[in-house]
């Protein structure tokens, strides 16, 4: 399995573009969660929450899912259209995961029904369906192959990247828009907070006074083609283990397969990984089975490290969000080739086994990534990336 990741797009709490990402990402300031109000919720909560540029072409777009979406197309549309050009419209696909699609507008119109009896006249439901955001981006590149949505919870859009190459490999697509993304709702504040997963503060994952993540939203696209140079989608692992709707597995075998199948899909050797960004929510039971998993895949002598107390856990879009933040580690743009530190503000936990948390080191190079995403029913997702040629 080798194709690559030819361009990226973002939005998330750390900037509106590649390079504000990559700055707030390696800086190793840790300000970047908000106190939110705006939602509104029960009670006020720290959120990854996207600040919208002044941009007088995001007036006419109804939902907040379609103007992250929007943001960071316009990063990669340039690409897009050369390939278009290139390949035609009914050679580019679209596949986009997410966990929420626009549901906030649909919060929103239920309160206009409560209040008034009837749903705001520009409400139209189709925009929570879970292809909602797919059909969006093929709108904006006029992308006429198979265009299609995926909702597998945290590891949504690491599957879209997975069905991206899928879809190169059978010939049915020639260049796919992948990717993920979601938005901040009610629903999922809430929702989490329900299940006694919200962290009191900010989240610290591995810490020993953890208590729960907090809620982010991004936009993470990726342009996926079969060149051969450039940042390649090496290797990826997915399992279910389906121990618990929600808990993962305890003793960390599902993640530990999906880390070792991807490793052995790149065809290298743990050793090899430079760098693993881990799902590391900063709950006790996640941090507990990956930590287990960390250290029988890894051992103790591969830097890694959770960027949710950067950004939020983003849900639908963590695992493109999080594949995304590896890519640009692995760019030339990284020059010091430095790794992201791990949260600070916290103490590693001594019960879990030892692994080893990147605290901002600057690398000879980087090679490799190993990312992993970990959703409800044990539905797990690793991949690696790397520069195949060099």
Known sequence: MSTCLKEFGVVCALGNNKADVLAALISGE??????????????????????LPDDKALDGITTNNNKLAYLAYQQIASIVQQLTTKY???????????????????????KTFEN????????????QEMSAPASYIAALANAKGPVYGISTACSS????LISASALLENGLADVVIAGGIDSLTQLTVNGFKSLESISSSTCRPFSADRDGINIGEAAALFVVTRDDDGIQLLGAGETSDAYHISAPIPDGSGAAQAMAMAINNAKISA?????????GTGTVKNDEMEALAMANVC?????????????GH????????ELGLCWLLLSDDNNAHKLPANCK???????????????????DKIHYCLSNSFAFGGNNFSAVIGKKYE
């Not at 050793?271 to 799902?279: F, M, T």
């Not at 983003?314 to 969000?321: E, K, R, S």
């Not at 879990?352 to 990147?358: E, G, N």
């Open 157 to 160: 859009s690491g599957k879209a």
């Open 271 to 279: 050793e090899q990984i430079d760098y693993v960004n881990l799902h």
């Open 299 to 311: 051992g103790d002598h591969v830097f890694c490290g959770s960027t949710k107390h950067l950004t």
């Open 30 to 51: 840790e300000r970047f969660l908000s106190l939110d109000n705006d939602l509104p919720l029960d009670t006020a909560q720290y959120v990854g929450r996207v600040t």
């Open 345 to 363: 503000d916290g103490v590693y936990d001594q019960r879990l086994p030892q692994i080893k948390l990147s605290q901002g080191e600057c690398l």
């Open 116 to 127: 008034e009896g009837k749903f705001p006249e520009d409400f139209r439901y189709e925009v």
């Open 314 to 321: 983003t849900l639908g879009a963590a695992g493109a969000l």
């Open 88 to 110: 035609g419209e009914h050679r580019i696909a679209v596949v986009i995961g997410t966990s929420t699609a626009s549901i906030y507008e649909g919060e929103l119109a239920r």
